[in-house]
């Protein structure tokens, strides 16, 4: 002890010896900040997977709210704000689903009236394209059906056939033989 002060004297080798047991205390409060920051950064990805997982849910399941609200009409015909209504008379469609047998035969006519006001160059075959896929396992003919849908038709047309379905402009009937 020094008389003056009070306090023990101290060697530079005290000092050295205090420093050196100061070293783990430092290493041990870094990696105790590194585990404190990578904990930190999990939890903040974890927070913003779960929020984006929950959007994505979200986001999905209004989709599919969106899909159960149409109407059977809504998913064969595609009646949807803002696209064509490829077939805007329903009924003969229907009715020749009812009645037509499944290894039949069809032919679609089109009437030189016939224009519908979506029409362009590239679906100058809509109408019989659709009527194919949706009566499928029916056939689609060029000539020579045993039933004809006919949109539009012109009175020769309809002398073929005995009407049994009309809605607007669309006929379906049987080919008289």
Known sequence: MTPSSGRPATSGNAVLAQSETDIPLVRRAVR?????????????AGTLGTVGWMYGLGFYDDRADQHAALTREDL?????PGSPNIIRD??????????MPEDATFEVVT????????????????????LALHLFPRRLVDEG?????CFACEPS????????????ELLFGARER
């Open 76 to 80: 064969v015909y595609g009646f949807r």
């Open 32 to 44: 105790v900040s590194q585990q404190v920051a990578v904990g930190l950064c999990v939890l903040a």
């Open 145 to 149: 059906g045993d039933w004809i849908f």
């Open 90 to 99: 329903r009924g003969p469609v229907e009715y020749a689903l009812a009645v």
């Open 111 to 130: 009437g030189p009236s016939w224009r519908p006001s979506w029409r362009t160059h590239l679906s100058d075959h809509l109408e019989a394209d659709f």
């Open 157 to 168: 047309v309809e002398r073929q056939m005995r009407t049994l379905s009309r809605e607007g």
